[in-house]
Nanobody, 114 residues
Framework: QVQLVESGGGLVQPGGSLRLSCATS????????MGWYRQSPGKQRELVAQ???????DYVESVKGRFTISRDNVKNMVYLQMNSLKPEDTAVYYC????????WGQGTQVTVSS
């Protein structure tokens, strides 16, 4: 059974930091490119960060230099360190395989506001 469980979101002031975690089970985690997506009200879900099985990373321009994606191939976990957060980063954040999307988890809400 596939499970993607995101955690670590919350309310943070502009300029603050959060670290998101995603626990996965039931997928071929070690061979898949994994990603963090986000969706804010009225917008489509977008891929903001991705990491290959070998650890190569890529980011959407708006988060480059602020977000860092990482993975643990033993624990089947993927992480997103978010620094210098901005109000426009407010969204529900999801993890999923980029190689092939599995059913989405519940996501974790990130709200950046003073």
């Amino acid at each position: 059974q596939v499970q993607l469980v995101e955690s670590g979101g919350g309310l943070v002031q502009p300029g603050g930091s959060l670290r998101l975690s995603c626990a996965t089970s039931g997928i071929l985690f070690r061979i898949y490119r994994m990603g963090w997506y986000r969706q804010s009200p009225g917008k489509q879900r977008e891929l903001v960060a991705q990491i290959t099985s070998g650890g190569n990373t890529d980011y959407v321009e708006s988060v480059k230099g602020r977000f860092t994606i990482s993975r643990d191939n033993v624990k089947n976990m993927v992480y997103l360190q978010m620094n210098s957060l901005k109000p426009e980063d407010t969204a529900v954040y999801y993890c999923n395989s980029v190689t092939r999307n599995y059913p989405w988890g519940q996501g974790t809400q990130v709200t950046v506001s003073s």
